[in-house]
């Protein structure tokens, strides 16, 4: 069994390679998608200020809801839409510091303040998205997409279907 602690205290880096580590060794022997998935996003669901952690897949056109912890979500997101349909359409991560001042963006839950989401790209192939939620605004920076992103690179090499 594998334990995710945050240290008291710890900075933003220090968070990030323990986050790091645990989801290698929480992956590593394990070849169901859906139960690492689950995992991973009770980790992401204790870094700081997170109010909702979890995983969209695309399925056809649409972004279709995965594991996750926080309230309810919206279950399929169409191309394009909202902030997790701007970043899968741009494979590119998006950081939205204030989410009423993003057009488009669509509230799940309406004390989340702000957002960041990361494509999940193997090769040319959109897998998916990670979105984190925060009921804090400007809970997350460029810093947070870039080590995201290094979970988003780990969670491309896991067993998704063809
Ligand atoms: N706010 C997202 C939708 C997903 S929920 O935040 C869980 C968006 O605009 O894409």
């Known amino acids: 069994m594998h334990t995710f602690h945050l240290p008291a205290g710890a900075d933003r880096a220090e968070i990030y390679t323990e986050l ?4 290698q060794a929480l992956v590593e022997g394990e070849p169901d998608l859906v ?17 909702w952690a979890g ?18 979500a919206c279950t399929r997101i169409g191309p394009g839409k909202g902030v997790c349909g701007a970043a899968a359409a741009r494979r590119e991560a ?9 057009p488009g963006h669509i509230a799940c839950d309406a004390d989340s303040r702000s957002e960041v989401v990361v494509p999940i790209v193997r090769g040319e192939r959109l897998l998916g998205v990670i979105d984190l939620d925060s009921d804090r605004p400007a809970n997350f920076d460029d810093r947070d997409a870039e080590h995201l992103t290094r979970l988003a690179a780990l969670v491309a090499g896991l067993a998704w279907p063809a």
């Open 55 to 72: 995983f969209y897949r695309q399925v056809g056109d649409d972004l279709v809801l995965g594991p996750f912890q926080g309230k309810l």
């Open 20 to 23: 790091l580590a645990t989801a």
């Open 94 to 102: 998006l950081v939205v510091p204030a989410v009423d001042a993003f």
């Open 35 to 51: 139960a690492n998935l689950a995992n991973l996003a009770a980790c992401l669901k204790q870094l700081p200020g997170v109010s």
